[in-house]
């Protein structure tokens, strides 16, 4: 007779309910939350079990490597496909929640969850400790500079480190100086066991293979390969590389019931850090880095293809309009956007300040100085096409 086996899970104890596919409840108990015990428990109580099933969270990955090397057949449930089925119980318990689990296990109606390697684990641990002290480093700069600006210091750019330049910066100011001299201990310290993280990414990443070769890709470095390769650790588990981005939350969401079909913002699903390490790397590649590869093309046509309305000039008779009406002579340089009417078009253009007649604009928006141009400006004009 088949028995299944469900685990609510805490810190300390678990409870366990054990029942046949008729779910007929044969024992339920609470015992101490290790390895060993459970072991022990199942074999004495669920000698036939078919799948011992627990959820996801904390302390999943731990159990579950231990009940494999156990040799128990053990699943991770999706804590969220649970949570959509215990909600429905009136009395929350963890003596209801494990026969909720059971129920779950003997109709099958559950999603397994993919428990990374223990080695993928503790790379990501690396990872993440990294991210950790780059935001408290961040934190400590912004706060040395809030501190400077209430009593007129703007801390600039110049060589050096963050400490030298406010060194620089305060030189002869003693009580000022002292204020801060905390927070700027504080950042060296970050910066000195930063320097020893990235050193342990660096040499974890020079001894894989896997990791070497994604750093080929213009623009991805050692941390984008290791936080990519620690993700997806098993790539056979997706039957197509399309589906790698839905794991990830870089595809869209979509809505359809009846005649309304759309789609919305990328999902977020997933490893939040490593989607925030591709878009960078995706940024890099796309603008910064000169060399030409077949990514990159492929990425210039999927953004054409994407974003038509970003990338192409006004048409002949918007342009016609907008020159007649303001005089204008010199070649300047535009991108539409889409509006609800039909009879105006919303054009961004870049033009020199002396070539904008006064009285001709109608509206401008978010007027503001170009880097490097001086004497331009970028300015948002609405104008009226012409048929």
Request: hydrophobic share 40%.
């Amino acid at each position: 007779m088949k028995q299944y086996v469900a685990l609510d899970c805490s810190l300390k104890q678990i409870s366990v309910c054990v029942m046949t596919e008729q779910r007929r409840i044969v024992t339920q108990a609470v015992i101490a939350a290790d390895a060993g015990s459970i072991a022990e428990f199942v074999r004495s109580h669920a000698p036939e079990a078919e799948v011992i099933g627990l959820e996801s969270g904390p302390t999943s990955p731990w159990l579950f490597h231990a009940l494999r090397a156990e040799g128990l057949p053990v699943v991770v449930i999706d804590a969220r496909h649970a949570k959509a089925v215990l909600s429905l119980r009136i009395n929350k318990t963890d003596r209801n929640d494990a026969v909720g689990l059971a129920e779950l296990l003997v109709s099958g109606w559950y999603k397994p969850v993919t428990v990374k390697s223990l080695e993928s684990h503790r790379i990501r641990t690396v990872l993440t400790n990294r991210a950790l002290l780059v935001g408290i480093r961040q934190d400590l700069e912004n706060q040395v500079r809030s501190v400077l600006k209430t009593f007129g210091f703007v801390l600039g750019k110049g060589r050096g480190t963050f400490v030298d330049r406010v060194s620089e910066l305060l030189e002869g100011k003693r009580l000022l100086l002292r204020l801060v001299r905390p927070l700027l201990r504080a950042w060296e310290a970050i910066r000195g066991q930063l320097q020893t993280v990235d050193k342990e990414a660096l040499t974890i990443a020079a001894k894989d293979e896997t990791c070497r070769r994604l750093m080929t890709v213009p623009g991805v470095g050692a941390i984008t390969a290791l936080a990519f390769k620690t993700t997806i650790d098993t790539p056979w588990r997706f039957s197509s590389s399309s589906k790698v981005g839905a794991y990830l939350g870089l595809t869209p969401r979509r809505y359809a019931s009846g005649e309304t079909d759309r789609a919305g913002r990328i999902s977020k699903c997933g490893d939040g850090l490593v989607r925030t390490y591709l878009v960078e790397a995706a940024g890099v590649l796309m603008t910064r880095s000169k060399a030409q590869s077949d990514l990159k093309d492929w990425g210039v046509r999927l953004a054409k293809r994407a974003s038509p309305a970003r990338l192409v000039s006004p048409s002949p008779a918007s342009w016609r309009s907008f020159c007649c009406g303001s005089g204008l002579t010199t070649a300047c340089s535009g991108r539409r956007v889409p509006l609800s009417r039909p009879d105006r078009a919303f054009y961004q253009f870049r033009i020199p300040r002396s070539e904008v007649p006064a009285g001709t604009v109608t509206q401008a928006r978010s007027c503001r100085s170009l880097g490097g141009r001086p004497r331009q400006t970028r300015m948002r004009l609405w104008t009226r096409l012409v048929p």
